[in-house]
């Protein structure tokens, strides 16, 4: 009995130090610095997520998000409490930034090309270097990344268009 009881104790460690490896791989240290996305997942007990007006828990209520919602991520406050969000339907407000986790898609390594990623599956605006929309660029496209500068990524469309793209909507491929 007490030989059961050692073995399947050793097991279960063998199992979990197994599992550990590969959630670290998931983890946002283990991204590619390009790779990093704007995405984050509302990480609840299974409740809703309190979408506010402002960074104060007092503040109005402007909706909620449920558990599990994958949220584009906008900006931060300076203490590091809370995030700004937009969520799919357009809710935008600041979320207490515990109930947060980071959330990748596509590769974590770069790899020159990029994919464009949006919460509603729309498409982005295509800009030039003095910010006019002169093209959209459909969700899923797959664009060539010639360098990024701060907020925006100089790309190349499939049909050879150049143009920038707002960082936020580029995933790796």
């Not at 409490?81 to 979320?95: D, F, M, Q």
């Not at 729309?122 to 360098?147: F, H």
């Amino acid at each position: 009995m007490k030989r059961n009881f050692v073995i399947s104790t050793v097991l279960s460690l063998c199992t979990i130090l197994a599992v550990v490896p590969l959630s670290l791989a998931q983890s946002e240290e283990n991204v590619d610095p390009n790779c990093r996305t704007w995405y984050r997942r509302v990480t609840t007990e299974g409740g809703v997520l309190n979408v506010r007006e402002n960074t104060d828990t007092t503040a109005r209520i402007r909706g909620t998000v449920p558990n599990g919602t994958v949220v584009l991520f906008n900006a931060g406050d300076r203490s590091g409490n809370w995030s700004e969000i937009t969520a799919p339907g357009g809710l935008t407000g600041w979320v207490a930034e515990r109930f947060l986790t980071y959330h990748h898609y596509g590769n974590t390594r770069f790899t020159g090309s990029m994919q464009v990623k949006t919460l509603e599956e729309g498409p982005v605006n295509l800009r030039s270097p003095g910010g006019e929309v002169i093209a959209t660029v459909p969700n899923g496209t797959l664009v060539t990344v010639e360098d990024r500068r701060g907020y925006f990524a100089n790309v190349i469309t499939p049909q050879g268009r150049r143009g920038q793209i707002v960082t936020q909507f580029l995933i790796c491929n």
